[in-house]
């Protein structure tokens, strides 16, 4: 995993946080020794998402009102640019699919990717607090926004 954290600018500490983000549900369908795959961790990185990239806009376009902003964190927060993140870093080959899924091209599927996307910022955020989630957030998504 050290080429993905690498990728990432973070280091987790609880690799099995890691493991679990890179698990699509195919794969803990077809594992019995399998016990969770990626999906609550998806929940959370979504709201840790929202709050950086609110957080973001917030402080840096001062002249911004509400609408803006909203819209301004909804365009980065999407499946497009959270999919092209992926993509830089190389992540489709770091998750782990069920076999129906991955014969089908499931690591290059934009909702997959910008999901598991998603369930890193959630994992970082349990292994390391808002900190940690930020450094994924400005070393791998902000690099790539639309609007810089």
Known sequence: ???LETSLGYTFRD??????AL?????????????EDHQR???LGD?????LAA???YRTCETGDEGQLTRLRVTLASTIPLARAARAIGLGAHIRLGR???ESGGMERDTLLADTMEALLGAAYLDGGMPAADCIFANVILPLRKDA
Not at 23 to 35: A, G, K, L, N, Y
Not at 47 to 51: D, E, K, T, Y
């Open 1 to 3: 995993m050290t080429h």
């Open 15 to 20: 690799q099995r946080l890691l493991l679990t």
């Open 23 to 35: 698990t699509h549900p195919s794969f803990r369908h077809e594992q019995t020794d399998v016990e």
């Open 41 to 43: 961790l998806e929940f």
């Open 47 to 51: 709201a840790v998402l929202g709050l």
């Open 55 to 57: 957080d973001f806009y």
């Open 100 to 102: 129906g899924e991955l």
